[in-house]
């Protein structure tokens, strides 16, 4: 069964509501030099997502299911690791001027 | 107990993200911002598996080494200059997987499933896959795939309106008929036919923008998806992610003067404009990188200005050496950065970050505009829409009240451009008229080259 209880509704909807404010204040103090590999950090993050395929792995016992959550999880961690080590690599590249001589 | 422990872990691997986008905010902190996110990832996993027991190992193993595989490369291999690509292709794998996982659960569930979160499980699939395929056309314009320019033909708007309407149609049968199972692929079908049509109408200039937005959507759907699940992680990464995706889009149209709603369907730089202005009797004084190297060394102050061109011909580390050059000769270098050039937000910087440019000499455009006026030369290296005074003084042109880098108050402007064909807007720049404007004709990374040899001789 798959249903929302109201009172966790609330409190969800008030936790994205807070989170999606408070994100938008972190972004907008985020030096401009940096939102190439910001961009690469929190898509890393997004891919949290794949809570959510292990959560149905978990589940499931259909084939078809566990094959759309296999492929879920494989996308999910491409990105967590291309994505953590990319923004590595790109903020070593930002040095200052006494560093590079 | 398990239960509660993850909760708590939950709740530590929140604080990591929101720390990590904190110490995003500058560069000295920005490092430890990363591991704090990749270690706020690393809680999550672990705690997810502790609380639910997962029998098929294998599959999970398996595609934990396949997303190795296939990050690992693209993260450590990857050109610099593809870094937008790369972005474009993580926004399709990540928005893919949240509408798989959503489709996952619609079928496990049917017909168990309350309305509320059926309803949300149908947006979040509509959103993640035309986010897909979105991506994916981004992807492909910006690696030369397909053409950068938009495709635009009569109706383009209703054609698009009616594919993202006939998906979110069948969503509502959907959840009124939660049995009718087979309804799902054709409402994807839809969704990723509007994906595909949505960014084959955008232009290479506007996918700053374009690649923010749909950063924006992925989040977004991973929130909602929080939301079917009622797990509360999910839902603050993917509104931090969201919200961020937002702020950059609106940062980017705000550099580009120009709405949303415009960067989606205005498509500009097509045919059908005719905005023309060739004006009859209007001269170009082309130079040689001998000239050049003449007034560089007659200069105290220079400005670099780059642009998209100079990623194209890969003239980053080239450019660094001409402003070494210039430096050691007693020049005061800097570099002009505006904030959409490039295919990306924070392209420019990037690559000049790759050519070891120490940030400190990296300006913002607000900052740096008051300097030309007192700067002796401003070199352009494939930038032309960004610098173009039309976007000041012709309330005809389509670029009027874009907010530009003023590289025509300097004292003397080279400006390196292949060929004297308009930009991306198809507006001609009236920069190249301009009597302090020496134009030199060439492939960015061949001119500088040049210039490098020149330099050294005199």
């Known amino acids: ?59 499931t016992s259909s084939d078809f299911i566990m094959i759309l959550a296999t492929i879920a999880i494989a996308l999910a961690s ?20 006494k560093e590079t001589k | 107990m398990i239960g509660l422990l993850v909760q708590y872990l939950y709740v530590v691997g929140v604080i990591l993200f929101i720390l990590a986008l904190r110490w995003m905010s500058e560069v000295k902190t920005s490092r430890r911002g990363n591991w704090a996110a990749t270690g706020g990832v690393i809680v999550a996993i672990t705690a997810t598996l502790l609380a639910y027991s997962i029998q098929r190992t294998d ?30 292709m993580s926004h399709a794998f990540g928005s893919l997987a949240v509408a798989l996982v959503g489709a996952a659960e619609f079928y496990q569930y ?44 009569r109706g383009r708007i209703v054609v698009s309106v009616c594919t993202l309407g006939t998906a979110v149609a069948l969503a509502v049968y959907l959840i009124l008929n939660p049995t009718q199972e087979f309804v799902l692929p054709i409402m994807a079908l839809f969704a990723l036919a509007f994906g595909f049509l949505l960014v084959m109408g955008i232009g290479g200039a506007d996918m700053p923008t374009v690649i923010a937005i749909l950063n924006s959507y992925a ?6 998806l929080g939301f079917v699940l009622d797990n ?26 120009r709405s949303f709603v415009n960067v989606l369907f205005g498509a500009v730089g097509s045919a059908s404009k005719s905005t023309e202005q060739v004006v009859e009797g209007r001269t170009v004084q082309s130079f040689t990188v001998d000239d050049v190297a003449t007034v560089l060394n007659n200069s105290k102050s220079l400005i670099i200005v780059p642009g998209y061109g100079m990623a194209v011909s890969q003239a980053q580390h080239v450019v660094k050496e001409v402003a070494d050059i210039a430096q050691s000769r007693g020049l ?101 008229y301009l009597p302090n404007t020496m134009m030199v004709f060439g492939d960015a990374k061949k001119v500088l080259t040049d210039l490098v040899a020149a330099l050294k001789k005199s």
């Open chain 1, 1 to 59: 069964m798959l249903a929302v209880n109201q009172n966790d509704l609330v409190v969800n909807l008030l936790i994205f509501l807070m989170a999606t404010f408070l994100g938008t204040e972190l972004i907008r103090h985020v030096s401009r030099l940096l939102h190439t590999p910001l961009m690469a950090l929190t898509n890393a993050i997004s891919s949290i997502s794949i809570v959510a395929g292990l959560i149905v792995m978990s589940e």
């Open chain 1, 78 to 97: 491409t990105n967590i690791v291309s994505g953590f080590l990319i923004t590595e690599r790109i903020l070593r590249m930002f040095r200052r001027r």
């Open chain 2, 59 to 88: 599959l999970l193993v398996g595609a934990a080494v396949i997303g190795a595989i296939i990050g690992m490369p693209i993260a450590l291999k990857l050109p610099m200059t593809a870094v937008p690509q790369r972005t474009a």
């Open chain 2, 110 to 153: 049917t017909p168990n499933v309350d309305t509320f979160s059926l309803s949300v499980l149908s947006a979040e699939m509509i959103l993640g896959f035309l986010t897909f395929t979105g991506s994916c056309i981004a992807f492909a314009k910006l690696q030369g795939l397909i053409s950068g320019k938009p495709l635009v033909y």
């Open chain 2, 219 to 224: 989040g977004i759907s991973a929130a909602a």
């Open chain 2, 232 to 257: 509360k992680l999910l839902i603050v990464a993917g509104s931090l992610d969201g919200s961020s995706g937002f702020v950059l889009a609106l940062i980017m149209s705000q550099a580009m003067n």
């Open chain 2, 332 to 432: 005061d270098v800097k570099y002009a950065i505006h904030p959409v050039a490039g295919r990306m937000p924070g392209h420019m910087n990037v690559l000049l970050a790759e050519a070891q440019v120490p940030y400190e000499q990296l300006w913002e455009m607000e900052k740096v505009n008051s300097l030309f006026p007192e700067t002796d030369l401003a070199i352009v290296v494939g930038a032309n829409d960004v610098t173009n005074p039309a976007a000041r003084t012709r309330p005809d042109s389509p670029l009027f009240g874009m907010p530009i880098l003023d590289v025509d108050k300097a004292r003397t402007v080279v400006f390196i451009k292949r060929s004297m064909a308009p930009g991306f807007s198809g507006v001609e720049n009236e920069l190249f």
